[in-house]
């Protein structure tokens, strides 16, 4: 069966601290992955998403960076946190109806 | 700039109302209209929509697509409290790339 594992569920960290978020897919290969950030009460804003190994586009200019280094796996990292990266994170994996999403991780920056 | 704007952003209702939720857009390259239910974390898929005037049922819940003015309703019919939750309406670009609107808090109470 396919599905999506993201970790850890919750999160906190300290300004100026690292970051990694992890996200695996399970039961399908070469898919299209991409990592959403949700601020509170609003709707979700497209970070990164990456059709393959190693290929990384990113949509808007922030703290964060994404990486794949696996067919099936996709993480979020930051080398220093700021307060304004508190949020929802999903991971998300396209397929023909739209998105299968990861459970998210609620990142609270402290 | 591609944008998609839900209204209310907020709504609170009785058990058994009806309730639409509205979705108006503005992108450069449209392939779908979809719909997701977010309860505590993760989306789950509700509705793609691709054609005008095709209404989609899934028991109480229904949708329509109006691509000449550019917006899609969600209609939910007897809610119950279980149906309490934010609905996202997101547009699919191509490359499986969706752009989220702000998505509405739906409150039902008992």
């Known amino acids: 069966s396919q599905t999506i594992h993201q970790w850890p569920a919750t999160l906190v960290q300290p300004v100026g601290s690292p970051l990694s978020l992890e996200c695996t897919v399970e039961g399908t290969s070469n898919p299209n992955l991409y990592w959403y950030r949700q601020a509170a009460g609003r709707g979700l804003q497209l970070l990164f998403y990456?059709?393959?190994?190693?290929?990384i586009s990113s949509e808007v200019p922030q703290n964060l960076s994404a990486s794949r280094p696996q067919d099936r796996q996709f993480i979020l990292s930051s080398k220093k946190l700021l307060l304004s990266d508190s949020g929802f994170y999903l991971c998300a994996w396209g397929t023909g109806y739209g998105y299968t999403f990861g459970s998210g991780t609620r990142l609270t920056v402290v | 700039e591609d944008k998609v704007v839900q209204s209310p952003l907020s709504l609170v209702v009785h058990e058994g109302d009806t309730v639409t939720l509205n979705c108006s857009y503005e992108?450069?390259?449209?392939?779908?209209l979809l719909w997701y239910k977010q309860e505590k974390k993760a989306p789950t898929f509700l509705f793609m929509l691709?054609?005008?005037?095709i209404e989609k049922k899934s028991g109480r819940l229904s949708s329509i697509l109006d691509k000449k003015e550019l917006f899609s309703i969600l209609n939910i019919t007897a809610t119950q409290t279980g149906d309490s939750a934010i609905y996202l309406c997101?547009?699919?670009?191509?490359?499986?790339?969706?752009?989220f609107g702000q998505g509405t808090r739906l409150t039902i109470n008992p």
């Open positions: 997101a547009v699919n670009q191509g490359a499986q790339k969706l752009v």
């Open positions: 990456s059709v393959g190994i190693g290929q």
């Open positions: 992108v450069t390259n449209f392939r779908s």
């Open positions: 691709t054609s005008s005037g």
